[in-house]
């Protein structure tokens, strides 16, 4: 019997592609698919998945609270992250949020198939790269960075403010107040001990953490 795969991703162009790997496979089909956050989570309820492979970038509710939510409703269901966001943005959160891989979609693709079949058999993936920032991140040795001490939400809130999302924007993505997001914005700075965006924004060059292109997923 196939494991039965739902997709997560808001661009039809990776579910479909997603639906044509597995297709030539005997192990696997894509029996599911969402286009946001709300539609994942509903579909998460409906029944038992043998794997989620979730974008971590959806319209409504995304990125590592949507991890949470549904390790909540399923603590068991492998999921793993295929994202345009490279490992140094997210990889890290993602897995301590309860994902059980992270897969950069500007990555090796021949690595997403044996990911998944891992993934869905119990295990874990990890990459090279995401294996050095974790070994980095435990090792005592290491110089905490700044934006490692942000919380998940300041996290996602710098994210959107270093690739120029106004904060009426980034209020309404997460439903939040302007008031809140210009709280998150100001701990964000004493947490990074920087004094303005432009700061930000260098600071995000310098350490790989924006994509090269402000659209991408």
């Keep these: 019997m196939k494991r039965e795969v739902l997709v997560a991703d808001d661009h039809a162009i990776i579910r479909d ?3 044509k790997i597995l297709a030539d496979t005997d192990d696997m089909v894509v029996a599911g698919e969402a286009a946001n956050g709300n539609a994942t989570l ?4 409906e029944r038992d998945w043998s794997l989620v492979v979730l974008d971590i970038s959806m319209p409504g509710r995304n990125g ?3 991890i949470k939510l549904i390790r909540n409703e399923r603590p068991k269901l492998p999921i793993l992250i295929f994202s345009m966001h490279h490992e140094e943005q997210y990889g890290v959160r993602a897995i301590r949020a309860g994902a059980s891989g992270y897969l950069s979609k500007d990555g090796d693709t021949d ?12 295990g874990v993936f990890i990459s090279p790269r995401l294996a050095e920032l974790l070994a980095a991140e435990i090792s005592p040795n290491t110089h905490e960075q700044p934006h490692t001490k942000l919380t998940d939400r300041e996290f996602e809130v710098f994210s959107r403010i270093v ?3 106004s904060l009426t924007a980034i209020a309404e993505e997460f439903s939040l107040s302007i008031k809140t997001v210009s709280t998150h914005k100001s701990h964000i700075l004493a947490k990074m001990n920087m004094a303005s965006q432009v700061d930000l924004v260098r600071y995000a060059i310098e350490h790989e953490l924006l994509d090269g292109n402000k659209n991408n997923h």
């Design 111 to 122: 690595l997403l198939l044996p990911a998944m079949r891992k993934i869905a058999s119990g």
């Design 163 to 165: 690739r120029g999302v």
């Design 64 to 66: 590592l609270e949507l």
């Design 17 to 19: 592609g997603l639906k």
């Design 42 to 45: 509903e579909k998460v309820r």
